[in-house]
């Protein structure tokens, strides 16, 4: 029963604490209206309201939840292109990332593979990562719209309708391919790297071809270091569609943002950053379900 307790604890009793702590330095730091009686320029006495507070435009948590009430409640709704409920957007956004994310890594594990089997691969192609990994997603985007300026591509799907890309959609995907597919590049090297040479040995004695080794030594002994480059990856591919849909104005998280900021919508901003970081929270713990599925295996 102890350990019962202890689960119960741990799990649920601070985490909440820790999101009960936040919400209250929201609320201290907030701002809030106060209403006074002063006299006007013409001796009348009028009703002023002014917000007051360390920060007088950010809103309370109650003001907040009351103007995202309904695209909370609504979260599938379509009232406009960039006016559906979250759960819409986040459907939208998710779209962009699984197949950029996609891409990363049917691009990334193989150069890791290389990376860390070839020296002289490594000598030749490490110095181009290096100065490509560090460039910013708002740098990529604007290069993936040249590219992809005049292409408009279409996927023939059987028994469904056929999905057309525009160049906005491509330059989006190809911005989340380009970003996120280093963190697998670097942990995947890193764990071909650290296979003792033992195995190696081993294949080699058994006389195993070289895709036998590849599939029943290498992949096996770099699995937990390549979900973990598969995790950081997914982070930064979520990270990317917001500001992809952000410079690009598409429906999605990212665009509801930027409308919502030109309008000056702080509730919705904050809706927007609690929606962004609740959604990459469960993306992590899926990839690490996913990667306990996997060690059991």
């Not at 119960?8 to 209206?33: A, H, K, M, N, Q």
């Not at 989340?176 to 296979?195: E, F, H, K, Y």
Request: aromatic share 12%.
């Amino acid at each position: 029963m102890d350990w019962i307790k202890r689960f119960r604890i741990d799990t649920f009793v601070f985490p909440l604490i820790g999101i009960g702590l936040c919400v209250l330095i929201w609320y201290c730091i907030s701002g809030r209206e106060i209403s006074s009686t002063v006299k006007d320029d013409f001796g009348d006495m009028v009703t002023v309201t002014k917000r007051v507070g360390l920060s007088e435009d950010l809103p309370t948590p109650a003001e907040t939840w009351a103007a995202s009430k309904p695209y909370v409640i609504k979260p599938f709704e379509k009232r406009g292109e960039l006016d559906q409920g979250m759960l819409r957007f986040t459907w939208l956004s998710l779209k962009l990332v699984a197949q950029g994310y996609f891409i990363a890594l049917l691009l990334g594990t193989p150069i890791g593979f290389c990376l860390g089997l070839s020296k002289t691969f490594t000598k030749i192609f490490d110095p181009i990562i290096q100065i490509l990994r560090p460039v910013s997603p708002l740098a990529w985007l604007p290069l993936g719209m040249v590219l992809f300026l005049s292409a408009k591509f279409t996927v023939h799907i059987p028994f469904a309708e056929n999905v057309t890309y525009t160049a906005s959609e491509l330059a989006a995907i190809f911005t989340i391919a380009i970003c996120s597919m280093w963190p697998t590049v670097l942990n995947t090297a890193v764990g071909v790297r650290a296979i003792p040479q033992d195995y190696i040995n081993v294949a080699r004695v058994l006389k195993l071809s070289r895709s036998k080794t590849l599939f029943k030594v290498l992949v096996p002994a770099t699995l937990p270091y390549m979900f973990t480059g598969f995790r950081l990856s997914l982070g930064i591919a979520w990270l990317v569609i917001v500001a992809a849909e952000m410079l690009t104005g598409r429906p999605g998280i990212g665009g509801f943002l930027w409308q919502q900021y030109n309008a000056l919508s702080y509730a919705h901003i904050i809706l927007c950053i609690l929606t962004i970081g609740i959604i990459g929270y469960a993306l992590d713990r899926l990839m690490s379900m996913v990667e306990a599925r996997f060690k059991t295996i």
